[in-house]
């Protein structure tokens, strides 16, 4: 079964995107792993400098991370025209840091650099609150 962002499962007709975004997350930490090795390779080698293929996998991060499913989105079923997630049924982690400020905090890949812990409800909780 696939999960958001919390590790709450998503209904069955959405796991094909969701199952998408743990490859996206498998990705982001195999970037993580290269990452070290070139800093490794540059402390090894003095004069390689892999500082800019090390800043070009941190913004690969990044944006394999916004980019991929977040959360399910809260508009009806039969909202085709949603202007949040425009039918699709789940925000990706952009357009979801967009709609709500986040007070939660997600499960993020261990080895992402410099990572910040982000706070965001689920959309339970989001129905809940409001």
Known sequence: MANDIYGQPVPERLEKPF?????????????????AELGRLSHEFPGL???????????????????APAVMCDCRSWQYDCPKCKGKRWLNGEMYLLVKPPPRTPRLPASLPNSREVSIPTPLERRHAG
């Open 19 to 35: 199952d998408a975004r743990a490859k996206v997350l498998k990705l982001v930490e195999r970037m993580g792993a290269i990452q």
């Open 49 to 67: 400098d892999t500082s800019g293929a090390i800043i070009a996998l941190e913004k690969a991060q990044a944006w394999a991370l916004m980019e």
